[in-house]
């Protein structure tokens, strides 16, 4: 790919009856110290409290510090335990999609929008995996359902813009690089996304102008390839 696709697993699942006690967890699963979460939710598995979320986030915080085998470890442990968790089928989704069996990571991913249909995050990994299989049409279905239940996430704007670009629907593309830009700033990708697109338009003036807001606001790449774009 000519500039890199984000695909951030999103590991912040929140259910339909979530528990307070674990809103701590779905806060930090994504920061660089996501470990840290380990000795709350083993306190919660010692003292049997809500044993079945505790293993569910057991498993994704694994999955967060790229910990497989031990997410595959709880998530056997989950379903053996307490079968009727529905939530499970998100934790496999996500690790089939982390094992590139993408397939079968739509399959379970669809467990959950089937029990859930407003589970934004369910449709936003489904649409990576769909994307990952080269079905940017499905990809982009899915990104419309995320963004109509979560309007401002940030990601799912990217990931449209991406997807639409790579089947020339520069309009949509271009629209959604903006929104992406108005909603993350510091997204360097989405700018020098922004600038292709409008450079494959023969739009020079707007690919070199994008480039420099870029670099306004901070970005090394964009200065290294400003050359492409202001000439």
Not at 54 to 79: C, D, M, S, T
Not at 112 to 137: Q, S
Not at 154 to 181: M, T, W
Not at 183 to 191: D, G, H, I, R, S
Request: hydrophobic share 40%; aromatic share 16%; net charge positive.
């Amino acid at each position: 790919m000519r500039h890199k696709l984000i695909t951030v697993l999103l590991l912040l699942y929140s259910f339909a009856y979530a528990q307070s006690r674990f809103q701590r967890v779905r806060q930090h699963i994504n920061g660089e110290n996501a470990k840290v979460l380990f000795a709350f939710l083993d306190s919660c598995l010692f003292k049997n409290y809500q044993r079945d979320s505790a293993l569910f986030f057991k498993g994704l915080v694994n999955l967060r510090i790229n910990q497989p085998v031990e997410a595959i470890r709880y998530h056997k442990l989950l379903v053996n335990e307490f079968p009727d968790f529905w939530e499970a089928h998100y934790l496999q989704g996500l690790i089939y999609y982390t094992q590139k069996r993408y397939h079968e990571s739509l399959f379970e991913l669809s467990q959950v929008l089937k029990k859930n249909p407003n589970d934004w995050r369910a449709y936003y990994d489904r649409a990576l995996a769909f994307g990952l299989m080269d079905e940017a049409n499905a990809a982009i279905e899915d990104l419309d359902q995320c963004i109509r239940l979560y309007p401002r996430f940030a990601a799912a704007y990217y990931s449209r813009a991406y997807y639409h670009e790579s089947l020339g629907n520069f309009k949509e593309s271009i629209r959604d690089y903006e929104h992406n830009i108005v909603l993350e700033p510091k997204n360097f990708e989405a700018y020098i996304g922004l600038a292709f697109v409008y450079q494959k338009q023969k739009n020079t003036s707007m690919a070199c102008e994008v480039i420099q807001k870029a670099i306004k606001q901070g970005s090394q790449a964009a200065e290294e390839m400003k050359v492409n774009f202001c000439k």
